[in-house]
């Protein structure tokens, strides 16, 4: 019996995502729909973090060969960015794996955001573009794919923006146990 009641709990608690958009345009998600406006949105996605990034494992691998970028680099920006999730969407509209803005998607020739191949190849081109760009300072690089190159300009280092400083600390963080990992 409290197996049965622990599995019950437990397929509670991984269960679906519901969003809705209020009148001022912000948009709310909820695994517990409380306002009939909650529309269903997806399937709550775990994994442990050995499976972590196990589905996307060969085209992050053939787009990171391709571009000459570390494999475990690309894992931890997409772990940074979307926690391996193809449909996420950011507050300003930066959208799948790597997290491309549209301005970006679109010069970099991505047509779907959403589609895991078009995106990692995307997002893995852009990094070798400002990796050369900042001549290999992955620090730098890092914050320009987050914050945007003209405020890596101005600033000639990390720009003082909490949410890009935490950024950079992050990717840094899994980059280095992605390595560990040999991956």
Same mark, same amino acid.
């Given at each position: ?24 345009? &912000? ?17 709550? *996605? ?16 053939? %787009? ?15 772990? %940074? ?7 996420? &969407? ?14 970006? %998607? ?28 900042? *001549? ?7 914050? %320009? ?39």
């Amino acid at each position: 019996m409290m197996g049965l009641l622990l599995c019950l709990f437990i397929s509670e608690a991984i269960g679906d995502i519901y969003y809705y958009v209020d009148e001022e345009g &912000v948009v709310h998600f909820s695994n517990v729909p409380t306002d009939e406006r909650f529309k269903f949105y997806m399937k709550e *996605r775990r994994s442990s973090p050995k499976e972590e990034g196990s589905a996307y494992e060969d085209l992050i691998r053939e %787009a990171c060969e391709r571009y000459g970028v570390d494999v475990a680099l690309v894992k931890a920006m997409i772990k %940074a960015e979307s926690d391996f999730n193809p449909r996420a &969407v950011s507050r300003k509209g930066a959208m799948g794996l790597m997290q491309l803005m549209p301005g970006t %998607a679109s010069l970099l020739k991505v047509k779907d955001s959403f589609d895991p191949r078009q995106n990692v190849e995307g997002g893995v081109r852009y990094i070798r573009y400002l990796l050369d760009k900042y *001549r290999g300072d992955l620090v730098r690089a890092l914050a %320009a794919y987050n914050a945007g190159e003209g405020a890596v300009s101005s600033y000639g280092r990390i720009p003082p923006y909490p949410e890009t400083q935490r950024y950079v600390q992050k990717v840094l963080r899994y980059y280095h146990e992605y390595r560990g990992k040999g991956r």
